[in-house]
Structures are given as structure tokens and as C-alpha cells.
T-cell receptor, first 114, second 115 residues
Framework: EPEVTQTPSHQVTQMGQEVILRCVPI?????FYWYRQILGQKVEFLVSFYNNEISEKSEIFDDQFSVERPDGSNFTLKIRSTKLEDSAMYFC????????????FGSGTRLTVV | AQSVTQLGSHVSVSEGALVLLRCNYS??????LFWYVQYPNQGLQLLLKYTSAATLVKGINGFEAEFKKSETSFHLTKPSAHMSDAAEYFCAVSDRNFQGGKLIFGQGTELSVKP
């Protein structure tokens, strides 16, 4: 069964450093998403991406965050200057069709900011 | 705005007992509703989804959920719990008319299964 692949599975970074979280969506999917889950809290929507542009972003997704699809396979989330409160599990998802009916989530990247 | 409330952050049942995880939603438009399961150190796996077909939805691993519009509920049930069902369960809602396909999640319910 096709999978959404996220790397790395766990990343530790120092406060103020830039991090890039990588995702390889399912090859024929066209819609891409990032979510995050702070430890002990609910999963929260960050951003959706289609046709090389952001479709929607949440209030969490401020100027410190950016997304990119640099080539035909990768979808990245960049945090420019990490803060302690960015520590969370970050999930990538992709969908073949518009809307959530066809979502597939990756297994996540646990980001720890120290 | 849409929202999801999961009643009970932690539910404990005995192996073989009925599992009932509660989810109530708020939506101004007809919703899509989902249940996801998260095993320790793993991602989110779709259990089942309601997208306006039958109100009783069957999913994987013997789980099912019933959409009740009058009660704005989408409770998850399984007749007989297995030890392997121990995990975190998330209810989620989406506006079916929304172009971007954003999911709104509940707080999650941790299910423990006692031998």
C-alpha cells in the first residue's frame, strides 16, 4: 500500500536554528498538508498546499514557517528560527482528491527544540 | 466554525468488553467525520469515515461508528475489545464544501485494555 514518508523520524535542534522537515507524498497525490501535535494536545492543522501554492494556513503558520515542493517528489516544512514551543510531532499528509476523504498521513517527525 | 469534543480523555475497558468512545461535533454545514487511531510512536491511521452515505459506518479492526445528526454525535464502538486496541483515538471533522480539505481534530481519547 502506498505510504507518505517523513524524514527524519526525530530531530533535535537548538533554539534559534532553522529546521527543514521532509515529506515524500504518495506519487499521484496533488494535495499536501502539514499538521502538528504538541505532546499531550490535539492534532492541529498548519497548512494546505496545492498547485505549488498555499491553499490555506492556520494562525499557527506565521512568518517563521514556510512550505515548498522543490521537486516532483518532496514536500518540505521549514521553520526559520525555532522556539521551544515548536517542539511537537509534525505530520505530513497527502490526498489524491480535493478534500479530506482521501487523506493519507505520514508517521511523523518528532521535533525537539532545546 | 467547526469543532469536535471527545468526552473522556482516558477510557479503560476489560478485554472482551464493549468499547465506546464518544465524539460530538459542531458544524454549520453538513460535515465529513472521521476516526483516526494512533499507536505509540506511530502516525495517524484512518479507522473509518462518514461522507454522507450510510449513517452506520464500518471500519477496520471491527470498529464502527454511527452518525446521528439530531445528537451531533459520531461515537465509535467495538463489541469486544482486544489488547491490541490500546491506543489513542482521535475524532475529526471537516467541512465537505471546503476546498482545502482541512481536518479539525478532537483532543483524543486514550484507550486502555485490561487483561
Amino acid at each position: 500500500e502506498p505510504e507518505v514518508t517523513q524524514t527524519p523520524s526525530h530531530q533535535v535542534t537548538q533554539m534559534g536554528q532553522e529546521v527543514i522537515l521532509r515529506c515524500v507524498p504518495i506519487s499521484n497525490h496533488l494535495y499536501f498538508y502539514w499538521y502538528r501535535q504538541i505532546l499531550g494536545q490535539k492534532v492541529e492543522f498548519l497548512v494546505s498546499f496545492y498547485n505549488n501554492e498555499i491553499s490555506e494556513k492556520s494562525e499557527i503558520f506565521d512568518d517563521q514557517f514556510s512550505v515548498e515542493r522543490p521537486d516532483g517528489s518532496n514536500f518540505t516544512l521549514k521553520i526559520r528560527s525555532t522556539k521551544l514551543e515548536d517542539s511537537a510531532m509534525y505530520f505530513c499528509a497527502s490526498s489524491e482528491v480535493q478534500g479530506v476523504a482521501g487523506y493519507t498521513f505520514g508517521s511523523g517527525t518528532r521535533l525537539t527544540v532545546v | 466554525a467547526q469543532s469536535v469534543t471527545q468526552l473522556g480523555s482516558h477510557v479503560s475497558v476489560s478485554e472482551g468488553a464493549l468499547v465506546l468512545l464518544r465524539c460530538n461535533y459542531s458544524s454549520s454545514v453538513p460535515p465529513y467525520l472521521f476516526w483516526y487511531v494512533q499507536y505509540p510512536n506511530q502516525g495517524l491511521q484512518l479507522l473509518l469515515k462518514y461522507t454522507s452515505a450510510a449513517t452506520l459506518v464500518k471500519g477496520i479492526n471491527g470498529f464502527e461508528a454511527e452518525f446521528k445528526k439530531s445528537e451531533t454525535s459520531f461515537h465509535l464502538t467495538k463489541p469486544s475489545a482486544h489488547m491490541s486496541d490500546a491506543a489513542e483515538y482521535f475524532c475529526a471533522v471537516s467541512d465537505r464544501n471546503f476546498q482545502g480539505g482541512k481536518l479539525i481534530f478532537g483532543q483524543g481519547t486514550e484507550l486502555s485494555v485490561k487483561p
